[in-house]
């Protein structure tokens, strides 16, 4: 029984301290009338004037943002454009390679059909080439004669 009044006795004494601590830390945090307000009137001026940086220098981050993304759509604009035109350049490349080569090929065909010709009438090459030395032999004398 003694114990229990002892343990009693203590419980009680711990929460009216606990109590009293929690109202004298609620005096504390309460400024009394006159003096509390004048000391907090700095500091509610000071805060005023840190949420007004505050603004604008968040209206100079949207606007710098801003600037930014238009930056950003206008050099995609002008990437895309550039794209398009390298992609028609290298269409328009590739056409004329394409044309060199079937003509290079159209030659070589043309100079295959001429060769097999040729080949068909060596009479004829023969023939050339002793008429195209009698010729040089008539042009030396009548050169020869003026």
Do not use: W, Y
């Amino acid at each position: 029984m003694r114990m229990t009044k002892l343990l009693f006795v203590s419980i009680f004494v711990l929460l009216l301290t606990g109590f009293h601590g929690a109202s004298l830390q609620a005096q504390d945090a309460i400024p009394s009338s006159g003096t509390g307000m004048k000391d907090m009137t700095p500091q509610m001026e000071q805060m005023k004037a840190q949420m007004e940086q505050m603004r604008t220098q968040m209206a100079q981050l949207q606007a710098l943002m801003k600037d930014s993304m238009d930056k950003m759509a206008a050099a995609d604009a002008a990437m895309k454009t550039h794209m398009e035109t390298e992609q028609a350049s290298m269409k328009s490349q590739m056409a004329l390679q394409q044309a060199v080569i079937d003509h290079f090929q159209t030659m070589n065909d043309h100079m295959q059909s001429m060769a097999d010709c040729m080949a068909m009438m060596p009479d004829a090459m023969n023939m050339h080439k002793k008429t195209g030395t009698k010729m040089k032999k008539e042009k030396g004398m009548m050169g020869d004669q003026k």
